[in-house]
């Protein structure tokens, strides 16, 4: 039997990894604290996120109504003054792809681990060149109590 949860890892399609420092407020995801971006080359990109959460809260979101959003967003700029998000990651009281619960609502931390989900960069007819990864807190989020260290990489489906 094959093991789908192996994907092919290259450093060059790495598109976040927030090394020992835990991501404790909305921003776009970083390499070594540099924002990164993926450029496609323009044309029709199918793949897969793999996102390895490390490191999640228990207390923050749990507690509250929190929810920490990890999403792959598509532009057809680099300067990502419009997007749309391709496929997201939600962690709350249950993390959720979507829209089916993928794991037990009692804890936070049962929610580490890798989550693999296809995407492609078409979005209603038109093309996202440039893919980056935006982290949003939702909810009564504080940096003591909500955070999440992870990496995240592109990958062939």
């Known amino acids: 039997m094959l093991d789908n949860r192996k ?3 290259d450093d060059e399609c790495k598109i976040a990894d927030t090394g020992s420092t835990h991501i404790t407020a909305t921003a776009a995801a970083t ?3 540099v924002a990164k971006t993926f450029d496609t080359g323009g044309g029709y990109t199918p ?3 793999a996102i390895d959460i490390a490191t999640l809260s228990n207390n923050g979101i749990v507690a509250s109504n929190s929810l920490i959003t990890i999403a792959l967003e598509g532009s057809t700029t680099s300067t990502f003054t419009a ?3 391709l496929v997201k990651l939600s962690l709350g009281l249950a993390a959720t792809v979507h829209g089916r619960t993928h794991s037990d609502a009692s804890a936070a931390s049962t929610k580490t681990g ?3 989900m296809p995407f492609h960069n078409d979005f209603a007819g038109t093309i996202y060149r440039w893919l980056r990864i935006y982290v949003t807190f939702n909810g ?3 940096a003591a109590t909500d955070y999440v260290k992870f990496k995240a ?3 062939k489906r």
């Open 114 to 116: 890798r989550y693999l």
């Open 31 to 33: 390499i070594d604290g």
């Open 7 to 9: 994907v092919i890892i």
């Open 140 to 142: 009564t989020q504080t």
């Open 153 to 155: 990489w592109l990958s």
């Open 47 to 49: 793949g897969m996120l």
């Open 83 to 85: 997007w749309v998000r």
